[in-house]
């Protein structure tokens, strides 16, 4: 039994199948405030979850009472991180240091805060989700506590550009169209200088899906057709995806919605 149980989807380990992780107040063995790992051991279609492990940040299983965890590559270096929300209404963040199949945790967690150093506080029970909202290709924040209100915290991250660097921008887009997109989108970017120019593609929760470009390009405009499959020629499911061009030392990031 899992009290006050708080699941959420993804694929931990990178075998292509969607996996179960839960947070929990206080199960009937003793245990309080742990997360839960189920790892699918069926298919996407019919999921079959034995025996769980616990998530651990260093060598120890993570303690939070009402735990309420989700996954996400909120940091964007392409790792999937966990973010924790909690019974005190603030929100853990549990860098991943380890690898997208075979994420680790440091002992030590940074609370999300403003911009203004204010802490985020749902006041009792946060649950957050994570998702574009604004449309501007980066990842707002929206989060509930017991009183039922929800709040929106919009991201003010300058995607690429560390704060209080000043370089040229030599890069504009990736333009996608069309966007929703069913079965392929057209990617248009235009380069200032030549530069070595890689286009990757993440799913929500920060695993790499497909890089259809990594090749060094002239200056101009330049353009390609994407036909929403992964590096093994799988058709990608429905969902919100990040698409990030890099060019030599800038980035910028684009939110694409796949729907069938």
């Not at 999937?80 to 075979?102: C, E, P, S």
């Not at 009792?124 to 989700?129: E, P």
Request: aromatic share 10%; proline share 5%; charged share 20%.
């Amino acid at each position: 039994m899992n009290m006050n149980s708080c699941p959420f989807i993804m694929d931990w380990n990178e075998d292509g199948k969607k996996d179960l992780m839960s947070g929990e107040q206080s199960p009937l063995s003793g245990n309080t405030g742990n997360i839960r790992l189920y790892l699918n051991e069926g298919t996407n279609e019919a999921p079959v979850f034995g025996s769980y492990s616990l998530i651990n940040a260093g060598a120890n299983p993570i303690y939070i009472y009402r735990t309420n965890p989700v996954v996400y590559d909120l940091d964007t270096d392409g790792l999937k991180d966990l973010i924790v929300g909690n019974d005190n209404g603030q929100v853990y963040f549990y860098k991943n240091v380890g690898t997208n199949a075979a994420p680790q945790f440091n002992t030590t967690r940074d609370t999300l805060k403003t911009t203004h150093g204010v802490v985020i506080d749902a006041y009792y029970g946060s649950r957050v989700h994570f998702v574009d909202w604004t449309g501007d290709g980066d990842l707002d924040m929206l989060i509930s506590g017991f009183d039922g209100f929800v709040q929106l915290y919009e991201n003010n991250t300058i995607t690429g550009i560390e704060e209080g660097e000043k370089q040229k921008i030599f890069v504009t887009g990736p333009d996608i169209t069309p966007n929703p997109t069913t079965e392929s989108a057209l990617f248009a970017y235009s380069l200032e200088t030549p530069a070595h120019v890689r286009v990757d593609i993440y799913s929500i929760d920060g695993r790499l899906v497909a890089t259809p470009i990594n090749q060094s390009e002239s200056s101009g405009q330049h353009q390609f057709t994407w036909h929403a499959r992964d590096v093994q020629g799988r058709k990608l499911p429905a969902g919100i995806y990040l698409v990030r061009l890099t060019a030599d030392s800038e980035m910028n990031t684009k939110s694409l919605i796949i729907t069938h």
